[in-house]
C-alpha cells in the first residue's frame, strides 16, 4: 500500500543538505512531491544533491549560504519565497570541522564559539527567516536536528552538548508561540551516525576496538544511517502529524530512552 503523505506542492528549506543525513532527507522529501531547497556551504554540493533528486523525479534547487550569517540567511529566505518546511539540519562545528576533544577547563571561547554559532544560532538564524511566511499561510513544519550528547550528556564535548541541548530549548519556546498558527516545532535527536564526515573510522581496521565499544552501549549494534532520520522526518512534517508538536524524539538505536 502506498502512503499518501499529503506534501504535494510544499517547499521544504533543508540546510547542510549537501551529504550526509541532509542529503537522505532531501530526497526522501523529494520523493513524497515535496520541492525541495538544498543548502549547503558550499554551492557545489547543494547543486549536486538538487540535482540528484531532479534525477529521481523531484523537483529541487540549491540555495547555498552560511548559516551562521543572519543577513545572508534573510536574503536568501526572501529570494526563495515561501518555506512551508523547514529542517535546521545543518551542524557540528560547521566549516571549522571538529577539533581535538578536550575538557572544559582546557577550552576557550573561541572553541565554545564554534559549536554556538552553527548548532544554536544556526537554528535561529533559519527560524527567524523562515517562520514569518509559515505563520502568513497558516501552516507550517520545524524539525531541528541536536544530538544525544544534549540528552545524554558526552565528556570533553561540553560545548556541543550545550549548544544542541540550547537548540531544543529554543525549539519548544517556539513550539509554543506558534502552534495557534498551525505551525509545528519538532526536535530530532540523533546518536551516532555513519556519514560521509565519520566514514574513516567506520572503515579503518586500527579503529575496530574502538566501534565495538562505542556500539556496545546501542541495543541496535550498527551506527545510524542517513535514511533513519530521513523517514522519521517525513512522518514528522506531514500534515498527519498536526498533533504532534513541541516534542524530541530520539532516533539512536536504543542508546538512550525517552519517556
Request: net charge negative.
Amino acid at each position: 500500500m502506498e502512503i499518501d503523505f499529503g506534501l504535494d506542492g510544499k517547499r521544504a528549506l533543508i540546510t547542510g543538505a549537501g551529504q550526509g543525513v541532509g542529503r537522505a532527507i532531501g530526497r526522501t522529501l523529494g520523493a513524497a512531491g515535496v520541492e525541495v531547497v538544498v543548502n549547503d556551504y558550499y554551492a557545489d554540493r547543494a547543486e549536486s544533491v538538487a540535482g540528484e533528486i531532479r534525477a529521481e523525479g523531484g523537483k529541487a534547487l540549491a540555495a547555498p549560504f552560511d548559516v551562521t550569517d543572519y543577513e545572508m540567511v534573510r536574503g536568501a529566505v526572501s529570494q526563495i519565497g515561501t518555506v512551508d518546511i523547514l529542517v535546521n539540519n545543518a551542524g557540528n562545528a560547521g566549516t571549522e570541522g571538529w577539533s581535538t576533544l578536550s575538557n572544559f577547563v582546557d577550552t576557550t571561547p573561541q572553541d565554545w564559539d564554534k559549536h554556538l554559532r552553527v548548532n544554536l544560532y544556526g537554528v535561529m538564524n533559519c527560524v527567524h527567516a523562515a517562520l514569518p511566511s509559515m505563520i502568513a499561510g497558516g501552516w507550517g513544519r520545524i524539525v531541528t536536528i541536536i544530538s544525544e550528547a544534549a540528552r545524554h550528556g558526552e565528556a570533553k564535548m561540553a560545548s556541543y552538548c550545550g549548544a544542541k541541548a540550547g537548540a531544543a530549548g529554543f525549539c519548544r519556546g517556539i513550539a509554543r508561540e506558534v502552534a495557534r498558527h498551525n505551525v509545528t516545532v519538532n526536535v530530532i535527536s540523533l546518536a551516532t551516525m555513519r556519514t560521509p564526515v565519520s566514514e574513516a573510522f567506520w572503515t579503518d581496521p586500527a579503529s575496530e576496538e574502538q566501534r565495538n565499544a562505542l556500539l556496545a552501549d546501542y541495543l541496535i549494534r550498527r551506527p545510524g544511517q542517513p535514511e533513519d532520520p530521513a523517514w522519521m522526518i517525513l512522518a514528522v512534517v506531514s500534515p498527519r502529524a498536526s498533533w504532534v508538536t513541541g516534542q524530541t524524539i530520539p532516533v539512536n538505536g536504543g542508546y538512550t530512552f525517552a519517556l
